[in-house]
């Protein structure tokens, strides 16, 4: 249901692009948010967009941006000025909130991608 992409390699200071895909459900108002987890440690929520609304996790504040294109059900995490802690397996995750769509009801966070790799050298 989300199939993220756009992760990679990159050294500190650098930027990269995560983008999620979802399909089968649509989560329109219902927000989406971005977790990442290193090994050895819990999920850790990165972001959240929820209509107007967007929340960012102290550590990444004023360095990544998530965005949504709502027709399209994409969801976006703009990640500028990278450092080494920041390399984590990162997931986007749906919907932030209990949502229906189209009749079918969600809980909330019950979708969750595949994960996507960023690793940043120092």
């Known amino acids: 249901q989300l199939v993220e992409s756009g992760g990679g390699s990159v050294q500190a200071g650098g930027s990269l692009k995560l983008s999620c895909a979802a399909s089968?459900?649509?989560?329109?108002?219902?927000?989406m948010a971005w977790y990442r987890q290193t090994p050895g440690k819990e999920r850790e929520w990165v972001a959240t967009?929820?209509?107007?609304?967007?929340t960012y996790a102290e550590s990444v504040k004023g360095r990544f941006t998530i965005s949504q294109d709502k027709p399209n059900n994409r969801l976006y995490l703009q990640m500028n000025n990278l450092k080494a802690e920041d390399t984590a397996v990162y997931y986007c995750?749906?919907?932030?909130?209990?949502?229906?769509?189209?009749?079918?009801?969600?809980?909330?966070?019950?979708?969750w991608g595949q994960g996507s790799q960023v690793t940043v050298s120092s």
């Open positions: 967009i929820e209509e107007q609304d967007l």
């Open positions: 089968g459900y649509f989560f329109g108002n219902c927000g």
């Open positions: 995750a749906a919907p932030v909130k209990s949502c229906i769509s189209y009749g079918v009801y969600s809980e909330p966070l019950k979708y």
